[in-house]
């Protein structure tokens, strides 16, 4: 119930080319979720968000689209860039409770 | 602009000695975690701290943990009896009083590995 399913687990694309990374969630009481980028040697760093009542979110070349009858939500990066390697993140949280839930990750390598 | 830092950035250990991570959470933060990752699975959830005592603790954070924040700057995590699957990049966040929880900053982690 607490479980966040990510993939897949790694991921090549072609620069220019569209990344797309898919979570799913069971527990109905989550009502954030936050994707996370992480490079090597670095800390996780929030990238962008989206809470249930918006099917979609864009902030640049990077969307969230939401599903919420289906519990699952997914990041596309559009016009992906050497620059975008990274491991990402999907998380999830809660209202009353102080933790994120994380997913897997997936390792995100675009070549040139 | 303002970051997380944590020290040491790798630590070896042997099972059953105690460490101690540190962690300097942004100076005007006022809530403070611990997570771990280990090696090739996800990020989970330790503790989080607030106002001088732990706000919530996960089912991994046993007798064996305790967190500290020893002056005003500081955030250490101590493990007193370490295991083999101790072994992990812990890593510290912080965030300010206002802003959702899943505003953390994270530091760049603290590699443990016990023999």
């Known amino acids: 119930q607490q479980q966040v399913k990510q993939s897949p687990q790694s991921l090549i694309v072609q620069k220019g080319g569209i990344s797309i990374i898919n979570c799913a969630y069971e527990?109905?009481?989550?009502?954030?979720f936050p994707w996370y980028q992480q490079f090597p040697g670095k800390g996780p760093a929030l990238l962008i968000a989206i809470r249930p009542d918006v099917s979609e979110k864009k902030e640049g070349r990077f969307t969230i689209s939401f599903n919420k009858s289906a519990k699952q939500f997914s990041l596309h990066i559009m016009d992906s860039q050497p620059g975008d390697s990274a491991t990402y993140f999907c998380?999830?949280?809660?209202?009353?409770?102080?933790?994120?839930?994380f997913g897997t990750g997936t390792r995100l390598q675009v070549f040139p | 602009e303002p970051e997380v830092t944590q020290t040491p950035s790798h630590q070896v250990t042997q099972m059953g000695q105690e460490v101690i991570l540190r962690c300097v959470p942004i100076?005007?933060?006022?809530?403070f975690y611990w997570y771990r990752q280990i090696l090739g699975q996800k990020v989970e959830f330790l503790v989080s701290f607030y106002n001088n005592e732990i706000s919530e603790k996960s089912e991994i954070f046993d007798d064996q943990f305790s967190v500290e924040r020893p002056d005003g700057s500081n955030f250490t995590l101590k493990i007193r009896s370490t295991k083999l699957e101790d072994s992990a990049m812990y890593f510290c966040?912080?965030?300010?009083?206002?802003?959702?929880?899943?505003?953390?900053?994270f530091g760049p982690g603290t590699r443990l590995l016990v023999l």
């Open positions: 998380a999830a949280s809660m209202w009353g409770t102080d933790k994120l839930i």
């Open positions: 966040a912080s965030r300010p009083r206002l802003g959702r929880v899943e505003t953390q900053y």
């Open positions: 527990n109905t009481a989550f009502d954030y």
């Open positions: 100076s005007n933060h006022l809530y």
